[in-house]
């Protein structure tokens, strides 16, 4: 311990994608069982009303069930010290990147993004390509919140990245060399 007090990680914000992703996989699951129940009543063998539901079944875990797992496994987590992203269903992946250790962030959005107030929120840690949160709700919010934290971040990194200023003309003749 180095003597200084450490404030506690309070968490700011958990995220997930726009809900928008779940729209198609619910007018597939709407079509799927109109379908179903259109073939159930419609075929006269019983082997066949099974093919026709064991169909929708399989239809309706691969067009519904899988995006929606899929959607419900994304989450990103912002706190004051950090963000924590974790994806997958199978392979579930963890990514942390430190507040201190970034430089920016910035929005990118597409046109679908524009009219729903979401985006791409990219945040610079100076490594080659920016860590992405995907289709982010609200990402001007976002951007804000996450400049105000990293403004905010007083961790030993960031301390030595900032030069200190002083208002003393002879220690900044001295550092400018006049």
Do not use: C, K
């Not at 990680?9 to 129940?37: M, Y």
């Not at 093919?51 to 875990?61: E, P, Y």
């Not at 706190?79 to 990118?108: A, N």
């Amino acid at each position: 311990m180095t003597g200084e007090v450490r404030v506690p990680e309070r968490a700011i914000a958990r995220l997930r994608p726009h809900a928008r992703a779940l729209v198609l996989p619910a007018v597939a699951l709407i079509a799927i069982v109109g379908a179903a129940t259109y073939g159930a009543f419609a075929l006269d063998e019983t082997w066949q009303v099974l093919a026709v539901l064991l169909g929708a079944v399989v239809a309706g875990g691969l067009l519904w069930v899988l995006p929606l797992l899929r959607w419900l496994s994304t989450q990103y987590l912002i706190t004051t010290r950090r963000i924590v992203l974790r994806r997958g269903l199978l392979v579930r992946t963890r990514q942390e990147v430190l507040l201190s250790r970034s430089f920016d962030v910035s929005v990118r959005r597409s046109g679908l993004q524009s009219a729903f107030r979401s985006g791409d929120v990219l945040i610079n840690t100076g490594l080659d390509r920016p860590i992405v949160l995907r289709d982010l709700p609200r990402a001007d919010l976002v951007l804000r919140a996450l400049g105000d934290v990293m403004e905010a971040s007083t961790t030993s990194i960031t301390t030595v990245r900032r030069p200190v200023e002083t208002t003393d003309p002879a220690s900044r003749r001295a550092r400018t060399g006049r």
